[in-house]
C-alpha cells in the first residue's frame, strides 16, 4: 500500500538535502497474476509483485532532471532523487517542461472499487473449461494455443512540491483465447476474441468463446480475393487499431515536434467527412484503463479532437499547453521531455448530421471487403507519412453472405480514409481501446496472396 | 551491491533447499541488476537524459513428468530474504505445494561461481559519460543537416543497459554474468509538400563499452540522406506477385520471423510449427543453409551464458534445405525432448526464461549480388526492410523500407509502401538463390519472453515468387 503522506515527507526532506525546491514524483505497485492451459493442464501460472517510482527535480538552473528506480524503500527514492539531481545538469533550457498548474485542482475521483482477485487454481480451473467448451464447439477446432487469464490489483501516485496528493487504486482482469482449426488438405485457421473487466468475476466467459468459436469456423472456408480496390467496412476495433495508430494527428507533442500530419494552423480545417466525429474519453465508463489524472496530475476529462469533421483540439501535456497558450489536457507521461498520447476513443456520428449512407448493410453487401481485425500495425503504419500497409482478417461479402480471405494486405493513406468515410453502420460498439460502430470506406487497395 | 556478495549465495542456498523440500523437482532463481540510460538529441540539442535503476528477481518452480511437467513462475522487486520467500511460497502455491521449513535432503548446496563476469567489472564505468554522448549525437544530427535535404525533424538517442545476472538451480546451476548493451540511432522526417519520407538507422554494441566511439556519425548520416532522397518522391509500388531480391543484413529479418520462431521449442509447446517431427526432412530449398549461434564476438545477440545458466551453441538449424535442429531451453527440454542449446533468454527478472533466437543468419551462398538481380525480368529489389510479424498459423509480413523494381536484370525505380505476406512452409522452398556477402545487423525480437537482444543477417537472397502488398 502506497503511504502517500511518508512518500511527501520523504520526497520533501531529501530535496532540501540537496538544495531542491520543485520536484514532483509518481510511484506505482502492483500485484499480477496470470494463468495459461494446455490442452485440459496448467501449462505456465505467473505471478508478480512490482514497484516503480520516478522523480524529476528542476534545479536553481530551471533545468529537469529525472531517474526511475524499482525501489519504493528510503534507500530507492533517495537513489532516485539523487539520480535526478546528477542527470539534471544535462536537462534542456529551451523547452523544459514545468510542473503542471492543474495538479492541485480538486479531482473528481473515478468511482470504482478495487474488486476481489480470485486464486490462481480458481483462474485454472476457470481457463480449463474455457478452453475445453472452445475445443467443444466445432470438430476442426484441434488446440486453443493463446490463451491466458490474468487480473492485476494496483494503485499510483502522484505528488509534487506544490502539494498536489493524487491516489488512484483500480483492478483489472483479461481473458483471450485464440483457437487453430485446421481441415484435411487445407492451411490451418486461426481466429480469437478477448475480454476485458475490473476483475475476473466481471469477465464475459461465454461471450468470449462464442466470439472466438464463431470468428474461427468462419475462417475454415477460405479463398483467395483478387487484388484491386474496394469498398471496405472496418469492425470497430478494426477502426479504432487504425485511429490509434494515427493519433499524431491529435497530439500537440508530436505537432510541436514537426512529426504530425497536423501544424498548429491545422485546428480548424475539415480533416473527415462532416458526419465523422470523435472524441477522447479518459473517464468513460466502459474504460477500463481509465485513470482520473495523468502522469503530471492533471485532472482527465472528455474532450471533442474531431467534430463534424473538423478539427478542434490537440492532446496537450503541461509544456505543450503552454506553448499553445490553452489549458493542459490531462494526457501527459512523466519524463525529461514529456510525451502525450490518448486514452480512449469514441467514435461515432456527428449530432444533426446523420450517419452518412443509410442504405449501407454489410448483411446485404456485395463485393465488399469486411476488415475484421488487422495485424503488424508496428511494421505496416507509417504514422509520419499518414500510409498504411496492412494484414487482415476479414471477409469478401457477396449477397450479405461472409467467405474468408485466406490472406490479404490493406493500403490507403488516413487522411484519404477520413474523407471517404461512406457511413457508420449500426451501434457503437465497446471494445478495449474504445467505442465504435462499425465504418464503411470506399477506395481501398487490397492484395490478396497469389 | 553486486551479487558477487557472499551472502547472496547463502540466501539463494536457503531458498533453492526450501522449494526442493516442499516437493519441487526444481527450483531457479534468476536475479538482476540493471543500471539503464536514455538520452535524446533533437536538432541542435539534448531534450532528454533519463537514467533508471532496476533490481528483481524471478522465481520458477518445476514438477516434471509425474506432474506433467508444470512450472509457476514469481518476480519481485522485493529481493530481501522476506520477499524472496514470499515469491518461492507464491510459486510453490501455484503448483499445489506449501514449504514445510524443512531442509531438503538431497540438496547439498551450490558448487563454485561460473562467473563469466569477472573481467567485465569496469565495464560500466568505462562506458560513455552522458557529456560525450551528447557530443556524438549532437554529431550525428549536425550531419544529417548537412547532407540531406527537406528535412522536417532530425533525431538521435542512445540507450545503455547495463545488467548483472546471476542464475542459481537446484540442479547445480550457478553462474554470473555481467552484459552491456549500446544503440545508437539516427532518424529523420522529410517533407516537400505532399511528400514525406521517415528514414532510420540503428547502430548495436554488445560488451565493448567503447563502440560509441568507433561510431561513423558521418557515414550513418550519409547513408541516410541518400534514402531519404531516393524514397521522398518514390512512387507506391504495385500489388502483385514478383520475385524478390532481399538485401543482405537486415534483410534476415524475413528468415528470423518467417522461419526462425517456428524452429523454437515455444512454438513445438503449442502444438503451432508446421515444421514439428520434422528433423532429417527438406523444409526449405537446397540453397538454404541457416544457423543460430550466440558465441560471436560483437554481434549483438551473443552471450556468454543464457539465462538459464549455460553456454549457448553454435546451432544449424537448417543444412541444404533439411531440419537440422530446433532451438531449446529448459522447460522445451523438458516438455519435447529437444536438447537445450544455450538458447533460454529473458528480457528480464519479470519474464521466464523461453527458447529464443541469439544471432541469426542464412549461411553465405556461391552468387554475387548482381547475378541474382540479374536472373529476374520483373520483381522488385528489397533494399532495406522494416519490421515484421508471424501469425498463428505461420503467416508473416514485413515492411519494405526501401525498395526498388528491377526491370530486364537491373535495377529500376524507388517504390515504397510494399509488404510481403506469405507463410514459411511456403516460402522457404522459394529461396533459391543464396550470394556471397553474408553480413549481420542488430535488432530486437519481441516474443513470449519480452524483448531480447538478437542479431539477424543473410547475404543477398532471391525468392522466386512472393506476394507483395501495395496500392
Redesign the interface.
Known sequence: MLNTDQLQDQLSALAQAHGLSRWDMGASCSTDLSVQVDRGKAHQLKGAQRSAVTVRVWNSDGRVGITSCSDLSADGLAQALAGAAEASAFGDLQDPPDLSPRSTESLEPLKREPQATRPIQEMVQTLISAEQRLLDRHPSIGTVPYNGLSQRRGERVYLNSLGARRHEERSSASLYLYARAEEAGRKPRSAGAVRLGHGTDELDVQGCIDEAAELTISHLDYAPIDTGTYTCVFSPEAFLDLMGAFSNLFNARSVLDGLSLSKRESLGETVAVPFFSLWDDARHPANLGASAFDGEGTPTARLPLIEGGVLRQFLHSEGTARQFGVASTGHAGMGAKVSVSPDWFEIGPTPGAGCGDASLNRFQADGVVWIDSLSALHAGVKASQGAFSLPFDGWLLKGGERRSIEAATVAGDIRQVLKSLLAFEGEAQVTPDGLCPHVWVEGLAITGEA | MSFLDSFWQQRLELLLSAGRAAGADLVEVFLERGDRLG??A?QE????????????AGVRVFRGKDH?Y?????????LSEA?LL??LD??L????LERNGAAAADFQGLPALKDYGISKQSWLDQSPG??VI?ERLLEGTARLEQHAQHL??RRGSYSRDWQEVMVAASDGTFARDLRLHQTLGLSV?AADGEH???VARRFGSTDHPEDLLVWDADGTARDIAASTGTMLYAD?VD???YPVVLANKFGGVIFHEACGHLLETTQL????SPFAGRIGEPIAHEAVTAIDEGLSNRHFGSIAMDDEGLEPQRTTLIENGVLKAFLSDRAGEWRTGQPRTGSGRRQSY?F?AASRMRNTFIAAGPHSPAELIGSIDNGLYCKVM????V?????F???VEEGYLIENGELGKPV????L???AETVMPRISMCANDLDLAAGFCGSVSGSVYVTVGQPHVKVDSI?????
Open positions: 538520452v535524446m533533437e540539442r539534448v531534450t532528454s537524459v533519463s537514467p533508471s535503476f532496476v533490481s528483481g506433467g508444470r512450472d509457476g513462475f514469481v518476480s519481485t522487486n522485493d520477499g514470499q515469491a507464491q510459486a502455491g501455484m503448483l499445489g552522458v557529456s551528447a522536417q525533424a522526417l514525406r519520407a521517415s507506391y500489388a502483385g506477385t509447446e503449442r502444438g503451432t519479470a521466464s522494416g519490421g515484421g510479424s501469425g498463428p498459423t505461420g503467416q509480413n514485413f515492411s515504397k509502401g510494399a509488404t505476406i506469405g507463410d506476394t507483395v502488398g501495395g496500392r
